[in-house]
RNA sequence: GUGGGUGUAGCUCAGCUGGUAGAGCACCGCGUUGUGGUCGCGGUGGCCGCGGGUUCAAGUCCCGUCACUCACCCCA
């Protein structure tokens, strides 16, 4: 008569104590290195008016409503229509923000530098690498009036910052630039240049022909217009160089936001000349195929996948918009990127590619030999705690053998035995080695103070 | 939203043309009465997703439904 497990629940993610120590410590490297580029944490709350969600998007679809039982239970079959402005959970946090400048900029010192790590929303048919309910990690920096073009050569230096603190696998992030492509179609006379994007951009899984056959046929675009539409698209740059500037102007193209988009990218490909180093861990190369992101990005849009994870798509995203923010009198431009957290990690960790080196924080798990002595382990546990040794008591007093099973289970390193006569020792279960140990001086090894994360090739044991 | 696949023990799965629900791992115990891991022996644990139908008989066949999953769409 056992309750019947629950089942999981679809693109809901829930995490296992040993892969939340991966991801707690992915989230404070995050949290570091964007501390140490000089951006403030932000929280905004879960939910916005719907209205705000969607001023600029078509993703209607994916939002979620947030209503109160009562309500629903008033509405029933008449369903009060989209025009309330019923509340619903944000879908991403740049939309959020926009808000949160609008509605704080008097309190606020522009360029503002802001973080933000929070959980969103998406009623999106899950698959690998694809949640309804996910964590992103944002970076953007938001000016009044003007926005410096620097900052759009500097994110991605942050996130550079980021995986080279973090085991993950080699990122390719690339950069192309919106007024480029929009001047490029314009240039060549075509009057739907989303329509044009649309197609151009399923290139990555499609093929060169395929998209041409849907431009000529499907989007009316000319032959000779539809060529030249591919040749752009299938530009790609090294990393740092500019040469694609030449490329470009060589299809003979002659458009003013053209030039506009074009020295812009060169500005952001020149200024991440010396990003993620020479180790090839993290890599910025111009790719003029990509011109993804949300409706409200105005120049630069990044993308950025991990080597050997291209299927998962971009792990890493954002751009430059100018107008997302916007009270009538002023406008506040900004360009930010969002980290994927549950997209990276999720897809490793159950491969069993990252790994922590246990699943609980304790370092130290101090036997019991009785219960009528357990206060003298306790006493023990409480000394090794006032130093930072982090340290459990026992469950119960069973046979050592069990308290040191218990230890092993979880990949407590160390067992303290308190002995009859007051003293300690303390065993490495690893090696078997047990010495005589004081509470009160006694440090376990520094890479065994806590949690270690790792990528490891081996198989899952 | 569109189209495929799969639902059996906590996990991974087997179960033939319908005929008494199985294995490995995990968990518990004993060998080993106060120092784990290996090994041996034993044991706990099943609305076979749910509902209906066909049949003497359904995990197995049919219908429906729900869930999960993959691809598309889209995106972190």
Known sequence: MAARTPRPLSGFPELLPGERVVEEHVLDVLREVFELHGFAGVETRAVEPLSVLLRKGEIDKEV????????????????????????????????????????????????????????????????EGRFREFRQADVDVVDAGSLAPHHEAELPQVMADVFARLPLPPVVMQVNNRRLVEGFYRGLGLDDPAAVMREVDKLDKSTPARVRASLVDGVGVGEREADACLALATLTG????????????????????????????????????????????????????????LDYYTGTVYEARMTGFEH????????????????????????????????????????????????????????????????????????????????EVAPSAARFGKQIRFADRRSIPFVWFVQEDGTSEVKDIRSGEQVVADPTTWLPPAEDARPRVSWTDEPTA
């Open 238 to 293: 090294a990393p740092g160089r500019t040469d694609f500037v030449e490329q470009v102007r060589g299809l003979g193209v002659r458009d003013e936001l053209l030039d506009q988009g074009l020295d812009e990218l060169a500005a952001v490909v020149a200024g991440t000349r010396a990003v993620g180093g020479d180790d090839e861990r993290f890599r910025v190369v111009a790719d003029l195929s990509i011109t993804r992101g």
């Open 312 to 391: 998962l798509g971009s792990v890493c995203s954002g751009g430059r918009y100018d107008a997302l923010a916007d009270d009538g009198r002023t406008t506040y431009p900004g360009v930010g990127l969002s980290l994927g957290v549950t997209r990276t990690l999720l897809p490793l960790l159950q491969r069993g590619l990252l790994r922590a080196s246990r699943p609980t924080p304790t370092a130290v798990l101090v036997a019991v030999t009785d219960e009528e002595h357990r206060a003298a382990s306790s006493a023990a546990a409480s000394a090794l705690r006032a130093r930072g040794v982090a340290t």
């Open 64 to 127: 979620y409503a947030v209503r109160r039982l009562a309500e629903v239970a008033e509405d029933g079959a008449t369903d009060g229509g989209a025009t309330d402005d019923v509340l619903a959970l944000h879908y991403d946090l740049t939309v959020p923000f926009a808000r949160y400048v609008l509605e704080n900029a008097g309190k606020l010192s522009f360029p503002f530098r802001r973080y933000q790590i929070q959980k969103v929303w998406r009623g999106e048919r899950p698959q």
